[in-house]
């Protein structure tokens, strides 16, 4: 039997490499830009190569979103074998009211969700009403085909300003976007501004030079945590998309 290839389990793009599709859904200002922003300079420092294409922004003069952000990325080659590398896209969505209809447009084809949720207080609303969109717009396919990861922004913010982690868990398992057992697994949270001030300041940094190796790229074992935590959810969903799809053709 031949040996299977990425291309076997994956939908392909234009030159024909295997690639899944994120798309970051969530409320206005909860910081999908920024996670996608702050996610390809990190990629620019460590990896150069592990970018496709450049990053596109279609948003209005004050910056908020009016369509989409998008970049591709891929990942580093795998060692031992000749697997193709994986494409993944990464989309965003404008989460303003008004904006509906752009982000049924994003979702078309999509293959995992990260439901980019907003800790402020003021976006409870908004983060339940996101959920329920996001929910409508998949189908039955939401939570199981289509894994999800929910991902909330802004940690950095001080207790008395946040919502309770707990009730948006609760909130999630009732709309069956995650399932209980799954629950702290795949409920994240991290601060795009942490992760983006932590970046500069290494750059910025006299030590610059111990941070970076012999080509130029930051070293992966001085990425801060607050780094950790916004590619965790980006790195989660992929490992999930793949998991799925593996579960899929076993099943055939
Ligand atoms: N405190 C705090 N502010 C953040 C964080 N991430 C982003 N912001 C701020 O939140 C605001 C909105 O960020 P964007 O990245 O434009 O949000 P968005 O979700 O893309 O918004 P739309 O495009 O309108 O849907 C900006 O002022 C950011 O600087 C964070 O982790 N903490
Ligand atoms: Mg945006």
Not at 75 to 96: H, S
């Amino acid at each position: 039997m031949s040996q299977l290839e990425l291309s076997d389990l994956f939908s392909v793009d234009r030159e024909g490499k295997p690639t899944i599709k994120i798309v970051l859904f969530g409320p206005p200002m909860s910081g999908k830009t920024s996670m996608l922003t702050v996610f390809n300079a990190l990629r620019r420092m460590e990896n150069p190569k592990t970018i496709v294409s450049a990053l596109t922004k279609i948003q209005d003069d004050s910056g908020r979103t009016v369509f989409f952000d998008q970049g591709v990325f891929q990942t580093p080659p795998f060692k031992g074998n000749n697997f193709d590398r994986l494409r993944y896209q990464l989309w965003t969505v404008p989460g303003e009211e008004r904006h509906k209809v752009q982000r049924d447009i994003v979702m078309k084809g999509v293959d995992a969700v990260i439901l980019f949720l907003n800790f402020e207080k003021a976006a409870k609303e908004q983060n339940e009403a996101i959920i329920k969109e996001a929910k409508e717009i998949v189908g039955e396919k939401f939570g199981s085909e289509i894994p999800v990861v929910a991902y909330i922004n802004k940690s950095d913010l001080p207790a008395e300003e946040r919502l309770d982690k707990r009730d948006i868990i609760q909130n999630l398992l009732d709309e069956g976007a995650i399932h209980s057992d799954k629950a702290a697994n795949l409920v994240l949270t991290g601060s795009c501004l942490n992760a983006r001030n932590e970046l500069l300041s290494i750059l910025t940094s006299p030590k610059r030079d111990e941070h970076f190796d012999d080509s130029n790229r930051l070293r992966i074992d001085k990425r801060p945590d607050s780094v950790w935590l916004i590619v965790k959810p980006i790195q989660k969903l992929t490992q999930l998309a793949v998991e799925q799809r593996l579960e899929y053709v076993q099943n055939i």
